[in-house]
């Protein structure tokens, strides 16, 4: 059977970019194992679930009612309760002021490699959910790094929704330090559609002493963390491209072993394109 590992924030998710992906890994009959930074349940962003929600840069509502009915039946299961833990499945890549960094690094190395060429077997692809949380436990992540790195070692399709497009950008070869996207079509976030304010972070993380997130359970930061379009547009390289299609209806990218989707809009086409390049080995599509 074919199994795909979905990674998601700890920090708030968005419901239809996991929604969309994980129906599509449904009906295909796929298996899905879920994974998260520290094993602690993942929330989903509660503007997400609200379909009065107008989303301020495209002047409309982007959350439908069946997607913020599936997202609330989910969040409501016992389906999301023991994701994988990262942070005990991929050792910390070693600081270079170590006294022992030569041996520590070989250690890391091997451990990796085992990950690599034992563990990761197991599984046919990797999804990434966007949402803003993303931005905090997704994006720079190294752990989840050597995910993506092994995965397109493995030759096995990696798929990206919104902000955890961030994540493709930033994984890279330690030595070289090159983006494993450089050279690629990729889609995500636009600048166009970012917010000036309101990009908010939700969690089971108490600053308070209490299990209700930040005292009350939410955060704004204002606009996002990082401008994704240019991060993405750097990170691809002369040779590659960003693709943000605003104003159409859709951004879906397949550049294999990448599939990325611009936003909310796109979840839906990404777990379309994820299973229509692992059962129909489609390579290329969106550009």
Not at 59 to 66: H, I, L
Not at 108 to 117: C, D, F, L, P, S
Not at 126 to 144: F, P, Y
């Amino acid at each position: 059977m074919t199994k795909v590992l979905i990674a998601v924030s700890e920090w708030g998710y968005w419901g239809e970019e996991l929604i969309g992906p994980l129906e599509a890994c449904d009906k295909a009959g796929y298996e899905v194992e879920f994974l998260t930074p520290t094993g602690a349940r993942p929330t989903p962003l509660a503007v997400s679930m609200a379909v009065d929600f107008v989303d301020p840069p495209q002047g409309k509502s982007v959350v439908a009612k069946d997607m913020a009915k599936k997202t609330r039946d989910l969040d409501a299961s016992h389906r999301l309760d023991k994701p994988r833990n990262l942070a005990d499945w991929v050792p910390a890549r070693p600081y270079p002021s170590s006294a022992t960094y030569l041996r520590d690094m070989e250690a890391y190395w091997n451990a990796v490699q085992r990950i690599v060429t034992q563990d990761l077997l197991a599984y046919d692809a990797l999804v990434i959910v966007g949402g803003s949380g993303a931005m905090v436990d997704l994006a720079n992540n190294q752990r989840l790094h050597e995910l993506v790195q092994g995965f397109v070692r493995l030759d096995r399709p990696v798929a990206a929704v919104c902000y955890g497009v961030a994540t493709l950008a930033f994984a890279r070869d330690p030595l070289r330090k090159l983006s494993l996207i450089r050279g690629k079509r990729v889609t995500g976030h636009p600048i166009d559609y970012d917010f000036h304010d309101g990009t908010g972070y939700e969690g089971p993380h108490a600053i308070d002493g209490s299990n209700k997130g930040f005292g009350d359970g939410y955060i704004n930061f204002g606009p996002p963390a990082y401008p994704l379009e240019f991060i993405l547009r750097d990170a691809v390289g002369p040779d590659g491209e960003f693709i943000g299609n605003v104003g159409h209806n859709e951004s879906v990218i397949v550049d294999y072993p990448f599939i990325t989707a611009r936003s909310t809009e796109s979840s839906v086409g990404c777990g379309r394109a994820l299973v229509d390049v692992l059962d129909n080995n489609v390579r290329r599509y969106g550009w």
